[in-house]
């Protein structure tokens, strides 16, 4: 597969994961790229993956963790929740009614883990297995995880409703 | 939590609009991975030319070395059959030669015997009268042929 076919294939997808991940367009535009200079230079042995979806977000999730700790390094002084988890503001498009961006606000809130498994079962359509391919974690850990989360944004929405 | 509320969630998180990437960034990323790639290659493609180049040297070498070897190997064998016992018994049939002629047998006659007896027992035919009797027979029609010629 081409760089060109990767990016036609998985380029919005993987566009759209990182920014809800990191919370930032500019951020998301550049560990795109840093992950798609890593893929390109696996081109050659692109025949042996067998699973693209999985291989490629497994990458670029990689990279995403990369960025955040290297974020968090730079802002160590700075431990406070609100700073450290991402606006999710400026990744949406401005919300039609204030549920919307209660809702917005409520996934950038949710802890790392629990935000990813949501973002990837309900964002990228994946399912619990390769959900649990990508993190690494086992299956029962991808769906609680994803009902963990789904029941803190009830609750944050509930709670700022 | 009931599955409904579960769905209510879900469906209010799939009705929020991401902003789409902004245009450019594909020819910007796919640009950048095409820079790094070629960066990132130790190798140039004339330097890949000398590598293969010296790699089929490499096995032609390996190639043309094993066979020496093996000829060199089997024709030690056959001179010697890896045996010195083999080599003695033919050795035997020359000094018995040369104690029959009652004069020292041509250097080249002999090796030939030596080399005939040791193929001859090596392949279980011990033979040693035929061997004899030809070795015989060719020494005296050599030197009658040589008579002749004079």
């Known amino acids: 597969m081409t760089p060109d076919e990767l990016y036609d294939r998985y380029g919005e997808m993987m566009y759209r994961y990182l920014a809800l991940r990191l919370g930032s367009p500019e951020d998301a535009e550049d560990v795109l790229q840093e992950a798609f200079c890593r893929l390109a230079r696996y081109s050659a042995r692109w025949a042996l993956v067998r699973d693209p979806k999985a291989f490629v977000f497994k990458v670029l999730r990689n990279e995403a963790n990369r960025h955040l700790a290297r974020r968090i390094k730079r802002r160590e002084g700075d431990r406070t929740n609100a700073e450290r988890n991402p606006r999710l503001e400026g990744v949406v498009e401005a919300p039609a009614d204030a549920s919307a961006s209660l809702l917005a606000r409520a996934l950038g809130e949710l802890p790392d883990e629990q935000r990813e498994v949501i973002v990837l079962k309900v964002f990228q359509d994946f399912s619990f297995k390769e959900t649990a391919a990508v993190c690494g974690i086992s299956l029962n850990t991808a769906a609680s995880r994803y009902r963990y989360g789904i029941e803190k944004l009830r609750s944050l929405l509930e709670g700022k409703a | ?150």
């Open chain 2, 1 to 150: 939590m009931t599955p409904e509320e579960e769905r209510d969630i879900e469906r209010r998180l799939r009705s929020l609009a991401l902003r789409p990437a902004r245009p450019g960034l594909r020819e910007k990323v796919l640009e950048a991975a095409a820079k790094y790639k070629k960066e990132a290659a130790w190798t140039t493609p004339r330097l890949r030319w000398c590598l293969a180049g010296c790699m089929a040297v490499l096995v032609v070498v390996f190639v043309i070395d094993a066979g020496l070897g093996r000829k060199q190997q089997s024709r030690l064998q056959a001179l010697m059959d890896g045996s010195p016992r083999m080599h003695d018994r033919a050795a035997d049939e020359s000094r018995v030669l040369a104690e029959v002629l009652g004069e020292p047998v041509d250097r080249k006659l002999v090796a030939r015997n030596e080399r005939i007896a040791s193929e001859e027992m090596r392949a279980g035919q011990v033979r040693r009268e035929k061997v004899l009797r030809e070795l015989l027979k060719e020494v005296f029609d050599g030197s009658e042929g040589a008579e002749n010629n004079h």
